[in-house]
Structure formats: C-alpha cells, structure tokens
C-alpha cells in the first residue's frame, strides 16, 4: 500500500503485465504500419511512459510528436479547443496515431478529434493503453488498446493523483476498504433528509438525496426537470432508468469522496440492484441501510408542517402525500428483504427529537 497526499493506493498492475500491453499493441500496430511512417502523437501529461516504452517497442520507422489539451476546459463556445501545446506541423497526408495513457468516458478524446478535425489527414487512429470500456461513451472506435480494466481511479506509470504518482513503475488503484456508504430508508417524512444533515458532517460523506437532485433540476428547467416534474407533482416515482442514470452521475461527480448517504434511493428493486452493480464495478459497497420507521399519521403531519415552509407542492395535498405512501409500499418496501438477505438492514425508530433518533442511527454505524 502506498500513500500519495490524503489517499492509500494498492497495486492493481505490475510493471510485467504493463509491459506486455505496451508490447502487444507495438506489435499490432507495426503490422498495419510498418510499410509507412506514421506520426505518433502522445497526449500530455500522462502518455509520457508509455510514448516512451511504445517507441521503443515500435522498431520501424516512426515520427513522434505531442499534444498537451487545457484537461478540463472542453470546447470553447467558438468550437476552438484550447491547447496548450500544438499539432505537429507537416502532418497534412499522413497517418497519425494517437497514443493515450487512459481512456474513460472520452471526454479527452472527443477534444483530440475535434483538434484534428480540420487537418488533411490521410489516417487517424486512436490507440490506449488502458481503456475503461464500462464508463466510456463509445462516440469514437478505439484501433488499438492494451488493458480493458474496471472503472477504478488508477495512478502511476504516468498517470497521477494530483500530480503525484507519475513516476510509479506499476499501476495503483484507490483502496477504497474505509468508506462508509449508507442507504437512509424510510418513507417520506421519515427524516432522511434530516438525519442526512448530520451524518454527513458526522462521518464527512457526501449525501446524495434524489428527491433533492430532482427539485433542483425542475428549479433550473433542465431537460430532465421537465421529464421528472410530472411524475413528481403527481407523488408517482419518476422512471428507473431516468433516476439510476441521475444516482450515477452523481456518485461520478464525486471520486475523492469517504462515503455516500443515499437518501430517497433505491425506491425500487431495480434501482437497488443497479445500486450493487455499479458499486460493485467501483469496487464499493453498501455497508448498512437504515430504515427510519414512524408510523402514517406522524408523518402525514409533519409532511403537511414542511409543506407550508417549503412550498413543495407534493407535502400540500394528503391525496398526493397518500399516493406516495401507496408507492412505498408497492415498490420501496420489499427491499427490506433485499437488504436483509444481505445482512445489511437496521430499523431505527424514527420518533422522538431529532437528537435522539441521530444518536440511535450513530449507534448502528459504530457498530458496523
Ligand atoms: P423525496 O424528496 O425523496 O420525497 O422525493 C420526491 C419525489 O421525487 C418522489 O415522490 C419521486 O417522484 C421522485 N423521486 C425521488 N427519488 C426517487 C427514486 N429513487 N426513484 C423514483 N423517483 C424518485
């Protein structure tokens, strides 16, 4: 295990079995090239290892040139990609061969082609090194790749976290062995959203509440507020692909995070087994999920108390509030057994101060 700033990395590739990848894609591309010169352009900073071990794999003739992309500006309104170091020059007529360290989503590469969409280019093809086939958009073919592996954060032989780990011979991934993540269930009302506050600061984990994601789209006319707005207004759940696609994007967002506080989600069984197989390919998990339980009329009266304060128009009308009640109980409920086939459920009872019911949930993480 090592350390780079705040973060411990374990050894996921050695330096053999990158080599070997490094090797198999030389040799590929020799085949389909070796009778001509192609441009190799490496794309900084992180391909500078294997540009390096690829060339001298590469034993015919060969030109190599780099390219360094402002990472994280995307396209500029005007379309011009900023750059940071330009395209090799004379490349009008030949064939170039991108060389990436990683390719994840393609974000990085959608950059490269629109960078090379104006030169004359006879061939332009795409190789990587390592290529995350599980997060990748698939906008563009990938010619040539070494590894396919998992969508795990990786650092060494190039790649860094925050800029350390470049030089690591191997590859690393995060150890993720010490996050907590938790599923807060509960119907509405329960106090999710409440408790939610406090562990977070707590266990410093990132709370995700869907039903929040949701208003704050609707509040800013997304597409996707729109699309879940009338579902919402009614008390129905929004769709399971529109809902997992959004939990996602979240947890995305969030790489360096301790741990997760799911609020409002999974509601469906869907929803909890998309839930395990995206952990699962992040090399996460659920460790717990707590359920707040308080009984009908409590609730209905403190939804109809937050309604007046919030203005949410589903806590106004006990038609809508009953509805999704019926929701829980059709579609949330069963996955209690869900999780308790895993081991992984705690009822906590969810009447009394919110200091109470904050120890009472305490209590159940320690002992986790
Ligand atoms: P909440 O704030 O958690 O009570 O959620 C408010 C509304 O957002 C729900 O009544 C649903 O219409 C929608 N919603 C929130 N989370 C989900 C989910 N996991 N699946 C489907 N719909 C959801």
Do not use: W
């Not at 090799?88 to 969409?117: C, M, W």
């Not at 699962?280 to 009266?301: F, P, Q, R, V």
């Not at 009640?325 to 101060?353: C, H, M, R």
């Amino acid at each position: 295990m090592i350390q780079l700033h705040d973060k411990f990395f374990k050894p996921f590739l050695s330096e053999k079995q990158i080599q070997q990848a490094v090797f198999r894609i030389a040799e590929e591309i020799a085949l389909d090239y070796k009778d001509q010169t192609p441009i190799f352009v490496g794309v900084l900073n992180g391909s500078f290892m294997f540009v390096s071990d690829f060339l001298k794999a590469y034993q015919h003739p060969c030109e190599v040139s780099f390219v360094k992309l402002s990472s994280y500006q995307g396209l500029t309104s005007t379309g011009i990609v900023e750059t940071l170091l330009d395209l090799p020059e004379n490349i009008e007529g030949r064939s170039v061969i991108i060389l990436e360290d990683i390719i994840d989503t393609g974000r990085t590469l959608q950059e490269l082609v629109h960078l090379f969409a104006n030169t004359n280019v006879k061939e332009f093809k795409i190789a990587s090194l390592f290529y995350k086939s599980e997060v990748y958009n698939g906008e563009y073919v990938i010619d040539y790749f070494g590894l396919e592996i998992p969508d795990r954060f990786i650092v060494g032989y190039g790649l860094d976290y925050n800029e350390l780990g470049r030089n690591l011979k191997e590859v690393y991934q995060l150890n993720q062995k010490h996050m907590i993540n938790l599923v807060l269930f509960g119907k509405p009302g329960a106090g999710k959203g409440t408790q939610a506050a406090f562990l977070k600061e707590k266990y410093n984990l990132k709370h995700i509440s869907t039903g929040d994601v949701f208003r704050y789209n609707i509040k800013n006319g997304t597409a996707l507020g729109t699309l879940a707005k009338s579902y919402i207004d009614k008390g129905d759940l929004v769709p399971d692909e529109v809902t997992i696609k959004m939990l996602e994007d979240e947890v995305e967002k969030n790489p360096d995070a301790d741990g997760f506080i799911f609020d409002g989600f999974p509601r469906t069984a869907a929803q909890a087994e998309a839930l395990d197989n995206f952990l699962e390919s992040k090399d996460m998990k659920i460790n717990a999920t707590i359920a707040l339980e308080a009984n009908d009329e409590i609730l209905i009266s403190r939804l109809l108390e937050r309604g007046k304060v919030s203005g949410r128009s589903d806590d106004q009308d006990v038609e809508k509030i009953r509805n999704r009640f019926d929701e829980y109980n059709l579609k949330t409920a069963p996955l209690k057994e869900y999780y308790e086939e895993q081991n992984k459920f705690y009822s906590v009872d969810g009447i009394g101060t919110i200091e109470e019911i904050t120890s009472r949930l305490t209590k159940v993480i320690q002992g986790l």
